[in-house]
């Protein structure tokens, strides 16, 4: 595994795209139903350079599994985030959706228990290799950087059959949230 660069983008953004064309978190905050894959690949790119920003982006050897990492004590409101959310909002979010768009992320910050913490935005596997362990092994990685940094780690799924997985990784349900579909926030347990 490495650390992605600006070259990887298209790279890591397919795999995203892929990855998340029906996840029913992405699907609720994307602009329309129609052009879906373009609007999931706006929220990656937007999620790409955030990551890239305020945190990592890890990419695996063989360019098949990626994870976009915020660190919190990192994010900050720059002229160029602005700028990213607002692109963001017309190319992924679209205006009639803003105000389910924040209240959602307004509910999940409220739910953070931690002042500073690793934020894991995005974990994807190329569809045609997800159970071959790749996930697995980022997230291997991530558990080990977040002992180095003694962060706790944090993120939120919307698809049910992914949280065993999540448990059988040391992560633990903590709130779940309901939208139009539920929305489980998970933190990283000590191992």
Same mark, same amino acid.
């Given at each position: 595994?490495? +650390?992605?660069?600006?070259?990887?983008?298209?790279?890591?953004?397919?795999?995203?795209?892929?990855?998340?064309?029906?996840?029913?978190?992405? @699907?609720?905050?994307?602009?329309?139903?129609?052009?879906?894959?373009?609007?999931?690949? @706006?929220?990656?790119?937007?999620?790409?350079?955030?990551? #890239?920003?305020?945190?990592?982006?890890?990419?695996?050897?063989? @360019?098949?599994?990626?994870?976009? +990492?915020? !660190?919190?004590?990192?994010? =900050?409101?720059?002229?160029?985030?602005? +700028?990213?959310?607002?692109?963001?909002?017309?190319?992924?979010?679209?205006?009639?959706?803003?105000? =389910?768009?924040?209240?959602?992320?307004?509910?999940?910050?409220?739910? !953070?228990?931690?002042?500073? !913490?690793?934020?894991?935005?995005?974990?994807?596997?190329?569809?045609?290799?997800?159970?071959?362990?790749?996930?697995?092994?980022?997230?291997?990685?991530?558990?080990? =950087?977040? =002992?180095?940094?003694?962060?706790?780690?944090?993120?939120?799924?919307?698809?049910?059959?992914?949280?065993?997985?999540?448990?059988?990784?040391?992560?633990?349900?903590?709130?779940?949230?309901?939208?139009?579909?539920?929305?489980?926030? #998970?933190?990283?347990?000590?191992?």
């Amino acid at each position: 595994m490495r +650390l992605a660069t600006k070259k990887d983008k298209d790279v890591v953004l397919d795999i995203l795209t892929n990855s998340f064309e029906d996840n029913v978190s992405v @699907n609720y905050v994307i602009k329309s139903q129609n052009n879906k894959l373009k609007y999931i690949r @706006n929220l990656m790119e937007y999620s790409f350079n955030v990551c #890239l920003e305020f945190g990592e982006v890890w990419i695996n050897d063989s @360019n098949s599994a990626c994870v976009l +990492l915020q !660190y919190s004590a990192k994010a =900050k409101t720059t002229v160029k985030s602005i +700028l990213w959310d607002i692109d963001a909002l017309f190319n992924c979010f679209g205006v009639k959706n803003v105000k =389910k768009v924040l209240s959602r992320q307004s509910a999940i910050k409220d739910n !953070y228990p931690y002042q500073d !913490y690793i934020y894991l935005w995005y974990i994807g596997v190329n569809p045609d290799q997800q159970g071959d362990g790749l996930g697995t092994k980022l997230l291997e990685e991530v558990r080990k =950087k977040a =002992k180095q940094l003694t962060l706790p780690v944090l993120l939120e799924t919307s698809m049910k059959d992914n949280v065993p997985w999540y448990e059988k990784n040391n992560f633990v349900v903590y709130k779940e949230l309901q939208f139009d579909h539920n929305l489980y926030l #998970l933190r990283l347990e000590e191992s």
